[in-house]
């Protein structure tokens, strides 16, 4: 029943890896799908209990898509809960059986489960938690506008979140995060370039800067366009091409066709590979039309042209492309993560299912394309983007990875100082004295 008034604190609980032992494969958790596998952590009670005795209502907010996708039935997933809540002291349970496909307003990493539940229990959010084991739970819980508490169990990198409020090993850790009794918890430490797996390639059209990023050996390769040579001043688009492959014969640089017939994209296709080995041709997903340049992938793919499949928006237009591509040519498909953010879009669930779309396409690269900022780059490394392009401006900020924030802010304040006494600013107390 609603109390009217969101006064109530809550702990919201995933279950499995936080209450439910789970399966573990390749770094990776699964939910028991028989009655005799359902394990409650053993220090699961105390924890809860002492959660309770703090005057918190224990919610658990679990994705169960084994349901949806029939490999456990619903009687099943009842009598584990039954069980659940005779063990642990917990006051409600909110299940969601969809698949990812379903596009459900309640599957983590959405908060609809934790927002229905607050509604019905009059739940205050913004003092309340989110535990769970997977950067879904965190997202949920920030959607929410709860505190998160994330219980590291060690997963594959791109089941972690990239920040958290605090982070913990166990569910025991995470009450006395929620209890105060560890005021400074274990956090996700600060970012470290060598760690990255995701390759960077430099974005650019000029002539010297391409070739400075050249002697970086961070940089795994290189992209251009049309409207970043018009910029550069490039007039002869053939011959700055061939002058900038006299140097760059070491590593892959993407040249873009210009024709919007088909017929004229295979044609200048077809003589941009003959450039070079290292090349990759660039067809944009649809000419000017709108028309889809299927045709024109499946006529160079098929001939072993390498390409780089650019404009890429939608996961339909990534299915499309992934079924045009030869399954045995290598080839690159750019989605451009920074435009779709710039609709409000959350980029990071579009280009995890982008992900999984081109795993039927192993020998295709998914390509992070306009990062907005320095965190794109984790972000595209988290998600195990096989690459993302950076402006040579983004590329010298990785020297500040790692920064201390401290540091930061100083010199930060330092700075404004330093302009506002260059500009001769002055405010007159007397002025405005009573």
């Known amino acids: ?46 924890a809860l209990d002492r959660l309770k005795g703090a005057g918190y209502l224990l919610v658990i907010v679990t994705n169960q898509p084994d349901v949806g996708r029939g490999d456990i039935s619903p009687a099943t997933i009842e009598r584990m809960h039954d069980r659940l809540c005779r063990e642990l002291p917990v006051d ?41 084991d997977r950067a879904s739970d965190v997202t949920a819980g920030v959607a929410a506008g709860c505190t998160t508490v994330f219980i590291d169990l060690d997963y594959v990198s791109e089941l972690k979140p990239l920040s958290c409020d605090y982070s913990v090993r166990s569910i025991t850790e995470a009450a006395d995060a929620i209890l105060g009794v560890k005021p400074k918890t274990r956090r ?80 200048q296709g077809r003589a941009i590979a003959s450039w070079g080995k290292n090349v990759n041709v660039k067809v944009p997903v649809t000419n000017t039309k709108g028309e889809f340049t299927g045709p024109v992938l499946q006529a160079l793919s098929a001939e072993g042209v390498e390409l780089n499949v650019t404009a890429i928006m939608t996961t339909a237009q990534v299915r499309a492309v992934a079924e045009a591509l030869s399954p045995t040519v290598p080839a690159i498909v750019s989605v451009f993560a920074g435009r779709i953010a710039d609709t409000g879009v959350d980029p990071v669930p579009h280009m995890c299912e982008c992900k999984k779309i081109l795993a039927a396409r192993p020998r295709a690269e998914l390509l992070w394309a306009s990062p907005r900022e320095l965190l794109n780059i984790f972000q595209a490394d988290a998600i195990g983007c096989h690459i993302i392009t950076c402006t040579n401006d983004m590329i010298a900020k990785l020297s500040l990875v790692g920064k201390d924030l401290d540091e930061y802010s100083r010199e930060t304040v330092q700075m404004f100082h330093r302009d506002a006494v260059a500009s001769a600013f002055s405010i007159n107390p007397a002025k405005h004295a009573a």
């Open 92 to 132: 409600h349970i909110e299940v969601c059986s969809h698949t990812q496909s379903d596009g459900c307003a309640c599957r983590k990493p959405k908060p609809g489960m934790l927002l229905k539940a607050a509604g019905v229990y009059g739940i205050d959010l913004a003092n309340s938690f989110m535990v769970g």
């Open 188 to 267: 996700p430490p600060m970012p470290r370039v060598e760690d990255l797996r995701v390759k960077i390639f430099a974005d650019g059209a000029d002539l010297k800067g391409i070739l400075d990023m050249h002697a970086n050996p961070r940089i795994s390769g290189f992209t251009t366009n049309p409207s970043l040579m018009r910029k550069a001043g490039v007039t002869d688009y053939e011959a700055f091409a061939r002058k900038l492959l006299e140097t760059v014969t070491d590593r892959p640089i993407s040249f873009e066709v210009f024709a919007d017939d088909f017929a004229g994209m295979i044609e």
């Open 1 to 46: 029943m609603t109390t009217g008034v969101a006064s109530r604190r809550a702990v919201f609980l995933d279950r499995d890896g936080v209450l439910v032992v789970p399966h573990m494969r390749d770094g990776r958790s699964f939910a028991p799908r028989r009655f005799e596998d359902f394990r409650l952590y053993p220090e699961a009670k105390s």
